[in-house]
């Protein structure tokens, strides 16, 4: 899988969905919420509003009025004493002018002039004089000041004869009982006392007989309501009702209170002034409720185009993750094939390598030995980075699995005590003698802990010692009580080394970080281990840190909790490690079991030769199978002692073949041993518990391969030195005794002479080979095992890759053709027709640049001369 699958990136984009829907909700609910309380703002708002306003505009109205009044008052009394003083004419018409006058020069408060009727006689402060008709005594102000008998009389508003305009009268009967002072007061400015109005609010000012003296419509101004005229100027039929209800409720309720007028409510808040006039506010609560509508629209209008904004962001970034995410997972599903390419070569190289060390002397040895280092040095390199591409895609597992922690802390030591002693350094092992023998945790990635600290330090130390201490606590991880069945396992690597400075503390734990801190020393390194160390700390649940000083060394110290499967105490570990150190260097004492019969099964063809170069001493009969199907058919004819097969194969995998070599009769109880790649090698206990005998890393090691064969085979069939050399006796002896059916009569000095004839050496009896193929290299690749290589040539005689080779020319599919000219290349070679593999290596140089004009020309030859060495083969093979 190279990118993010179809199904992955579906179901992120429904996660991404869902958290979209979420937050539509979200923003639904928290709309609704804000709407809901706007509304509530609103009319509460507007209520202390209309509260407010209306005792403002009370108060500015009787302001106005009581002004007026005052003013009027000291006017008044002047002309009554004049009255009393009997003042002329002149004199009265005099303080009319001068009071008026002096009053307009303060222009802000509406007052219009002093007027009246003196005596009988009409005097105005603008000395206006009456046009024909005006008859004083019928004005309202004469009128109402009469009726108030002495008290000052306010007038409903009416027009100025003089001015025109509308106003409003302060009169009052003066003390001849005959007289009447006049002023007037323009209605604008008791219009001004009131707080505008708005589609919400509007305002009335109407007198105890229901007259409306202002009304924030101005069309309303004058109309009364108690005698069922509308103050409203719309037609609707029942309007005198409302109206009358209206004036009844300002005048009965006073203050505040809830009126329905006209099939909405309102909210009606009402002040008296001076006793005789209401000033009314009126909230429209539905023009508060349409208010609130819009507004609520307007959020949700704006939450959506938010909403709709944030999506498509979210979209362009899920795109651009899921872009990032498929980029990065393809990069790392590229390195983990990739690794898994180069580490099947490098193990293969690796095996071919052990097979030289042992068979090879003076500077080949030596070459071989640095191969192996180099070789050991590339693939954990390629594991590093497979560890790191299988973090990244999210196939790194905790595999748990019981371990028994000598086995795993003393090979630990011993895999890395080498390096140690390479650079002279001390490399201890001190280990807490009651920690419990038997854990159950992840023992893959314990010995990976392990391993790569240890090989940090032993990297970055020069002198001095590298220590690797192991101890526990008795600590729940969960409950941090002291338990049984946990514990806490302390894994401390200390030493003397180069040390890491303070500021660079914090990063050495990320991936590729390669801390260049040692300037002039050259310390190859990736930058992995430590990221991939604290990775798979964390992932068991555990915790590591650091501690170093500059140039005196540095302390890491993991903790990682497991359970205790044994509380049996693991003892003193130096003692034991001693014990198995001396019984593990004896040498292996040489086996044969050339009865054993075992079956090899690994596509890669060069991991089977390994095999056979191993096993070429012990005798063993070695049957080898590339794939699943091929091992089943050999099963199914065959009973085997023990089959060896390749966890990971095409065709069919490793545990599917197995699954169905437990069907098999002949070989349900055959051992079967799985072959892992150590880097891909799961813990030991998932391949036991999937049925496999025992398992065994790649590249094979022979003192590894030879010791399991000799503990897996049948002990009967393994014979030493001394049982091989009777054994071999013993057939002398029987081919001496006469069969008991006998034999077709026979010249019996032809068989005289046959046993006295020496019998040439296998090497000598494929000499003749050696005319036409290099038999030195041949041999070398088959463990210089000249039955392997008899097999070998009778193999390549009969293969029936050349027939595809033909096919595929035929068809100029020039992919297959060369696919099966590669093979061809191998094949040659391991038999010694270099020459004709230097001719197939040509053929698929010509593939691989399109220069089909030379296959054309080339692949008759080269089809003859290969089949002319197969009939030398042959023919060869015949007198052998
Ligand atoms: P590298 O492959 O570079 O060793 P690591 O991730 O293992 O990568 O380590 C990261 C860095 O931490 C190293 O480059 C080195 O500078 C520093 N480091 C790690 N272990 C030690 C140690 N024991 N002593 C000194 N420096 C160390």
Known sequence: ???????????????????????????????????????????????????????????AVNGLLTHAQSLFEVTARMVDDMLLNEASSSEIDSLFVTETNYQLQKKEWGFSNFFGVIRGEYFNGRKWAPVAGYAPLRRPWFQEAIKARGNIAISVPHINSRSNESVISVSKR????????????????????????????SWMIIDKNGLVIAHSDVTKQGHNLLSSRPWATDNEENLDNDDERLAREVMLNGKSSDFEYKGKVYKIYSSIVQGKWYVVRI?????????????????????????????????FVTKKLIKTASVSRAKSAFLASTSTEINTAVNGILGLNAIIMKEAYGSIKDYAKNIQMAGQGLLSLVNGIMDVSKIETGRMNIEPSEYDVFTVLSESFDALSPRASAKNLHLFLECDPDLPCSLWGDERHIRQIISNLLSNSIKYTEVGEVHLSVGYDSISPKTGEMVDDYVMLKIVVRDTGIGIREDNLDNIFNAFENIDQHSGQNQEGTGLGLSLTKELVERNGGQISVKSRYGEGSTFMVSIPQLVLNVEPIGDFTARYKKAAHKKNEPLEMFYAPDARILIVDDVEINLKVFRGILKNTRIQVDTAVNGVQALKLAQSKRYDIIFLDFMMPVMSGIETFRKLKLIDLNRNTHVIVLVTEAISEARG?????????????????QDLLRMLKWYLPKQLILTAEDLSQSDFDEDENASIPPATPEPASDPFEEIEFVNVTEPSPREKLSLFGEFLNLDTALEFCGNDEKIYQELLQEFTTSDVIQNIKSAFEMSDWDNYRFYVSRMIESSAAVGAEALSQEFQSLKKACINRRHNYILENHERVMELYANIVQKIQTGLATI
């Open 283 to 315: 909230i429209d609560e539905n023009a508060l409720l349409d208010q609130w509508k819009w507004d609520t629209a307007r959020s949700i209008f704006i939450a959506l185009m938010l909403y709709l904004f944030i999506a498509i962001i979210g979209a």
């Open 1 to 59: 899988m190279l990118l993010t699958s179809k199904g992955e990136k579906k179901k992120i984009w429904w996660w991404y969905a869902a958290v979209m829907a979420v937050v539509f909700i979200g923003f639904v609910v928290l709309t609704a919420y804000m709407a809901n309380s706007k509304s509530t703002a609103l009319r509460s708002l507007y209520r202390q509003m209309g509260m407010y306003d209306n005792q403002n505009d009370a108060g």
């Open 174 to 201: 003066l003390s001849d009982k005959k007289s009447v002072l006049a002023l007037d007061i323009y209605s604008k400015y008791l219009r001004n006392c009131m707080r505008s109005a708005d589609a919400i609010s």
């Open 686 to 702: 998932s391949y036991l518990n999937a049925g496999f005998t025992d398992y065994l890393g790649k590249p094979i090691h022979e």
